[in-house]
């Protein structure tokens, strides 16, 4: 071994010859000139050594690789966790096996320009709107930049596109129609964060041509535009048939939920399914609905009290005043849990049957569900089937909790939602689209009628009960055409609640369309 010293006759740092160690002598320049050569041919043997017994262990993991892969599952067939799910059924097995996604080409054209869009309302009313919003990029020939979900209604809801929705399946399944960016090209993003873009809420239950005409000049004009309100936005009917299909692709194919809540969604139906059929009720008779609705029947002073506080509180809720007698009589509150009873018993629902609660927190709690617990005992919610654990990640973000309903609700056996909001409308067309699944839609009006004939004694139970089988014989989901009602689109079937364009291509692979 060489230690260095320093010379002090200014020329650096040299060798000191007389404190070399080791038993080495200092070398003359022949003998130098052989060492080197000795030197380097075990090093180029070393370096074939090591070459060697890396193929040779590389091979070793080639073939352990492909013993593993013939014998491993049989010999750990019998522990627990490892190749084999002996204890699920094939079809719960195959459907925790993710299916190999392949993404169809991009398509060529020209780009006219950006549009942006801020969704708002609930899950399923945004849902709408997303599906809505890619048909008229897809007419426009624009880029469609990731909605911005609604983060400040009632439910505020922090929860971005991304945590609700799987987004590369969104951007990458639609790519053969529409151009979809996460954000705006980096020069564009900074125009839009000093203000520079236009924004604007396009017309309600617009036809194709206002975006043709209204839209499309401005995007050209201002290369980003910015939709603000998405919300129905688009007609139910007179759309080119490829628009309406698109509408049904976005919906039945590209707006998949994150994989985690599909994950827990097929948890809770597992559950379910264990212990025999299950009904999902959406029992839409939560505070927001109640306030927003003005429906207070069944309520006492103080919960009428705080219901219309409650509406007053919120500026874009426009109708204040509002008569809830009369507005029942007219089939336009949703039913009570007490209603809601008397309607499931009347129908001849099995009372042994699980019902499955898929809504927020009931208004007035225990109280107002005593009836339906006491007349169906197996009555149940996601919280009383799932660990605290499990619903930790999607407390406080109610679209995802709502989303999780959404998943439960498209594989029970029977549908019933006790007011026809979004959600209800939107998950009776996904089952009509599923193979016309049963789902019982109530009439209201009728409903009350009766039920309030029956309360005063003017009718015994089983007249009761054959009124309101009768009135509800055709309106279990099965197949028909949209009601098409001229310049009224509030009044006339709901697109998403019957989206008959896509029926007839329901087994065929939807980027066929």
Not at 185 to 213: A, C, D, M, Q, T
């Amino acid at each position: 071994m060489l230690r260095w010293t320093r010379v002090s006759d200014g020329k650096g740092d040299h060798c000191d010859s007389e404190e070399m160690e080791m038993g080495f002598n200092v070398l003359s320049g022949d003998e130098i000139v052989k060492s080197k050569r000795l030197i380097v041919r075990p090093r180029i043997k070393v370096w074939m050594a090591r070459a060697i017994t890396t193929v040779i262990l590389w091979t070793c993991v080639v073939q352990l690789m492909a013993i593993g892969e013939l014998w491993g599952p049989r010999l750990l067939k019998g522990m627990p966790h490892c190749f084999s799910h002996q204890d699920e059924s094939p079809a719960i097995a195959q459907a925790f096996v993710p299916a190999k996604v392949v993404f169809p080409p991009k398509r060529i054209h020209k780009n006219n320009g950006y549009l942006m869009v801020s969704c708002n309302g609930g899950l399923n009313q945004m849902r709408a709107a997303i599906c809505d919003m890619v048909a008229i990029a897809r007419h426009l020939n624009v880029t469609l930049i990731v909605p911005e979900l609604d983060k400040t209604s009632f439910w505020a809801d922090p929860s971005e596109f991304q945590d609700i929705f799987d987004v590369d399946n969104f951007i990458g399944s639609l790519r053969d129609e529409v151009r979809i960016l996460k954000q705006l090209p980096p020069r564009l993003k900074r125009r839009v964060e000093h203000g520079l873009f236009y924004s604007l809420p396009p017309v309600s239950w617009s036809n194709i041509s206002y975006y043709e005409k209204q839209i499309l000049p401005l995007i050209l004009k201002h290369k980003v535009v910015h939709l603000n309100r998405t919300d129905a936005r688009l007609a139910n009917n007179g759309l080119p048939l490829e628009t309406q299909r698109l509408r049904c692709r976005v919906n039945f194919d590209a707006l998949r939920f994150t994989s985690q809540i599909e994950e827990l969604g097929r948890k809770i139906v597992k559950i379910l399914r264990q212990k025999g059929p299950f009904l999902v009720l959406h029992l839409r008779y939560e505070m927001d609905m109640l306030a927003f609705s003005g429906c207070t029947h069944g309520c006492d002073s103080r919960e009428v009290e705080e219901l219309t506080r409650m509406r007053y509180a919120y500026p874009w809720w426009k109708e204040k005043v509002i008569n809830s007698d009369l507005k029942r009589q007219d089939g336009l509150c949703p039913l009570t849990p007490e209603e809601t009873t008397l309607v499931l018993k009347a129908l001849g629902i099995d009372q042994s049957i699980q019902i499955y609660i898929a809504a927020g927190e009931i208004y007035g709690g225990g109280r107002r569900m005593a009836s339906l617990h006491a007349a169906f005992p197996n009555v149940v919610r996601k919280e009383t089937l799932l660990e605290p654990s499990d619903l930790m990640y999607f407390q406080n973000h109610s679209s995802q909790m709502a989303a999780l309903d959404y998943l439960v609700s498209l594989e029970s056996d029977i549908f019933i939602p006790t007011y026809d909001g979004n959600m209800a409308k939107v998950v009776e067309g996904h089952r009509r689209f599923l193979g016309f699944k049963r789902t019982i839609l109530l009439d209201r009006k009728h409903l009350v009628q009766l039920i309030d004939r029956y309360t005063n004694g003017s009718l015994c139970w089983d007249e009761f009960s054959i009124m309101v089988k009768k009135t509800h014989a055709n309106r279990m989901g099965n197949p028909k055409r949209r009601v098409i009602i001229p310049d009224r689109p509030k009044e006339e079937d709901y697109f998403y609640s019957n989206p008959q364009e896509c029926f007839q291509f329901q087994d065929e692979a939807l980027s066929s369309t």
